[in-house]
């Protein structure tokens, strides 16, 4: 069984900075994709950011040169540094993780943005 625990959203002012956290328990290895999602109100989950298969990284659109993905394989953790945040940025974050076939999904942490 794989467990993903978030941690480390918040508050935020405009033009702020929050790094998240999500810790994985079970049997994981650095092959298995970890990434992030995230929701907003009346909106579709989207991607993030994300590590693939093959150990490289994508983002969104959205979030390029602003947010970086990274992962402590010796942890089975993976971040996400967030900088320049924007009233946009507002929603659930959410970590998740290939294993095999099975995709699993954390709480969610709630990051807001505003003044």
């Known amino acids: 069984q794989v467990q993903l625990v978030e941690s480390g959203g918040g508050l935020v002012q405009p033009g702020g900075s929050l790094r998240l956290s999500c810790a994985a328990s079970?049997?994981?290895?650095?092959?298995?994709?970890m990434g992030w999602y995230r929701q907003a109100p009346g909106k579709q989950r989207e991607l993030v950011a994300t590590?693939?298969?093959?150990?490289?990284?994508k983002e969104a659109d959205s979030v390029k040169g602003r947010f970086t993905i990274t992962r402590d394989n010796a942890k089975n953790t993976v971040f996400l540094q967030m900088n320049s945040l924007k009233p946009e940025d507002t929603a659930v974050y959410y970590c998740?993780?290939?294993?095999?076939?099975?995709?699993?999904w954390g709480q969610g942490t709630q990051v807001t943005v505003s003044s």
């Open positions: 998740n993780i290939f294993v095999g076939v099975q995709l699993y």
């Open positions: 079970g049997t994981i290895f650095s092959i298995h994709p």
């Open positions: 590590f693939t298969s093959g150990g490289s990284t």
